[in-house]
């Protein structure tokens, strides 16, 4: 529906896969004001949908792919993208972000999002050219590999004059055509990587789409966003986590910092320290191996790194893949990650699910529940392993099932790492309780960022204290309604780093720094009031642009409390749809390894309080004793119950 508000494009594309209709979805302003776009946005509409007996491979699940108002509109980190689905994985609702440029080229072909619904009969990709859709055949690419897959479709793109028409795609690998429950969508060497967003797209029989086109994404205060933007990019090149540290060593750059923190998942999530854990560091990835940085479309920060594998350039490993496919299997040999990274991307499957699934299985086999061949430390056949999870041969069939689903068939559910079925990812939580409940409780499951990534308060940014529950609450759920929302208006999290004042993070042993990681645990009262009336901040703070630059792109007010009430929607949105497939407080668990065993035997509190704090945090959610969101904050949210 046409918009009077900038950044949208005004139209959302409803298609069904196995009637071939295409039709106009009904998405009006007063929903933009309300549901925004990106993950929230797509919530809306699976909320208007779901009534919580679909299941994830059924013609009834549906994909909707969203950007939101700031994707492509110029401010910085604003290429990202979101994939919804009922996931295969955990059965409920998972978001999955994405940088690249098929947000950008979505709207360039006049979109605002696609809903993708049924199956089609044989293997298919779409075309979407300037709001057209185009089905093909791709019997030809099914079962390539997604760079292979990428590649033959820019010959498909190929203009009379030979040059190739400029495009954005996503496709899946065999992990997706086999519907290995953590498959991934990948464009690029971005990835969406979380849930199994990839094996929904397989069961569609849905290779790839393609978008192209020439629609102007209009900004409603242009000149003003201009200078906005410059200065922006400059706070966030002088910033020392977005201007140094993550340029300087993208997220592998955390490896040394956890390890100091007792924070480097090792063994399985055992221990929280590895010996070699120098090997595997971000340092080591800059010197030897990095080539050059990359970033996605309009970053400054560009923390990708890329490196060589086999002779080729390719995109190198994350944090979470680094340390999991390396001291959380106890591996120290860097380049085999490197090359993992790269062939599970090629798979098209989620390095995080991928790996602590392997470690679950080490750990079976070690404890004589599972002799499945697989060894802590022992690598050289873990390629031939990945590639026989992709294709579901031999014991990769299963494999491909994840953590939960084998510790309950083998034994083990204790060091199943994994919440809500979804396995965890880099940060060992006993000692970060704060993020040990984010992970508990984040609506897609084990997810740091959903989880609201209280670890950056907790050692790795701020040095809080990690292991007491005082506040944690309180600031978790701050910092999951400030990510929501910056998901939702089609920027990248990592844009969210520069909201911890500057000093504060170059001069960690301040007085100022010392007195601030004191007194912060005793703030949960204030944070508190803040996150029940954020209205109260009526204000654009000078530390966080993002709220005049969504007023400059949009022409909506944002004044920060307005900001935060949208991700809180966003948040209690997804919560009261994973309602409906099963969510209440039993389900916000963790394996007992985090919650009854201390990572240190001198320390009782390393360990995460999870019951106790997770009646603090839906006290201060203002929802129900079961963990679920009460009508009347419902009413209050303008979100619908069903
Ligand atoms: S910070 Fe990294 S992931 Fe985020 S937009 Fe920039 S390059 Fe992409």
Redesign the pocket.
């Known amino acids: 529906m046409a918009t009077e508000y900038g950044g949208y494009m005004g139209k959302v594309l409803r298609i069904n896969l196995t009637t071939r209709e295409v039709d106009e979805y009904p998405f009006s302003d007063r929903e933009r004001e309300l549901f925004i776009g990106g993950k929230t946005m797509a919530a809306k509409i699976l909320s208007d949908h779901f009534k919580g007996t679909e299941q994830p491979f059924s013609d009834e699940n549906m994909m909707v792919i969203t950007t939101g108002p700031m994707t492509g509109s110029g401010a910085p980190?604003s290429?990202?993208f979101n994939i919804s689905t009922l996931s295969p994985l955990t059965g409920y609702v998972t978001s999955s972000n994405c940088?690249g440029n098929f947000g950008y080229y979505l709207k360039k072909a006049g979109l605002d999002a696609l809903i993708v619904q049924g199956h089609c009969e044989k293997p298919t990709w779409l075309e979407i050219n300037s709001g057209k859709v185009i089905f093909h055949e791709a019997d030809d690419f099914w079962g390539m590999k997604t760079g292979a897959t990428q590649e033959a479709l820019d010959e498909k793109m190929k203009l009379p004059n030979g040059r190739v028409r400029k495009n954005g795609k996503i496709c899946i690998g065999p992990a997706g055509e086999n519907q290995v429950l953590y498959a991934s969508v990948v464009s690029n060497e971005?990835v969406a990587g979380r849930g199994g967003v990839g094996a929904v797209m397989g069961w569609m029989r849905l290779k790839a789409i393609c978008a192209s086109g020439n629609k102007e994404i209009s900004v409603k205060e242009k000149e003003k966003m201009v200078a906005h933007t410059q200065k922006w990019f400059k706070y966030l090149r002088k910033h020392p986590l977005t201007g140094e540290q993550?340029p300087k060593l993208g997220t592998a750059g955390l490896v040394s910092s956890m390890q100091m923190k007792g924070l480097l998942s090792t063994k399985n999530y055992s221990e929280g320290h590895f010996d070699d854990f120098e090997l595997i560091s971000g340092e080591r990835l800059a010197e030897q191996y990095n080539i050059v940085n990359?970033?996605?479309l309009t970053?400054p920060?560009?923390?990708?790194r890329t490196v060589e594998v086999e002779g080729k350039a390719v995109k190198g490993p994350e944090l979470e893949t680094l340390v999991l496919l390396g001291s959380g299997i106890c591996n120290n040999n860097l380049e085999a990650v490197l090359r993992w990274n790269y062939e599970l991307d090629e798979l098209g499957m989620d390095t995080i699910s991928c790996a602590n699934t392997i470690s679950y299985a080490m750990e079976a086999n070690e404890k004589g529940l599972w002799d499945n061949g697989l060894h802590f430390s022992e690598i050289d056949d873990l390629s031939a392993v990945m590639e026989k999870i992709a294709h579901k041969e031999g014991i990769g069939a299963e494999l491909a099932l994840g953590s939960k689903r084998l510790s309950e068939k083998y034994g083990g559910t204790e060091f199943a790492i994994h919440a809500k079925g979804m396995e965890l990812a880099a940060y060992e939580p006993r000692k970060a309780v704060g993020l040990g409940l984010g992970y508990a409780v984040s609506n897609r499951g084990g997810c740091h960022l959903n989880g609201g990534y209280a670890v950056i308060l907790e050692g790795l940014g701020l040095s809080v204290n990690p292991t007491t529950y005082h506040g944690k609450a309180d600031m978790t759920m701050l910092m999951q309604n400030l990510m929501e929302m910056i998901s939702a208006s089609g920027q990248?999290l990592?844009t969210s780093y520069a909201f911890f004042p500057a000093p504060l993070m170059s001069h960690p042993n301040s007085w100022y720094t010392k007195l601030v990681n004191a007194v912060l645990p005793y703030c949960g009262g204030a944070v508190r009031i803040l996150n029940k009336f954020p209205e109260i901040a009526a204000i654009h703070l000078p530390v966080f642009h993002h709220t005049k630059g969504f007023e400059y792109v949009t022409g909506m007010k944002m004044p920060f409390g307005r900001y935060m009430r949208c991700g809180e929607r966003g948040y209690n949105l997804e919560r009261e749809l994973n309602r409906r497939f099963g969510v209440d407080a039993t389900k916000d668990a963790l394996p007992k390894r985090l919650t009854d065993v201390v990572q240190d035997p001198k320390d009782p509190n390393s360990k995460v309080p999870l019951e106790k704090l997770k009646q603090v945090y839906y006290h201060a959610r203002g929802w129900d004793d079961n963990g679920l969101p009460t009508k009347k904050l419902l009413q209050k949210l303008n979100i619908e119950a069903k």
Do not use: D, H, M, T
Not at 301 to 304: A, D, E, K, L, T
């Open positions: 980190s290429s990202r940088g971005r993550l990359k970033g996605c970053c920060i560009r923390c990708s990248c990592f």
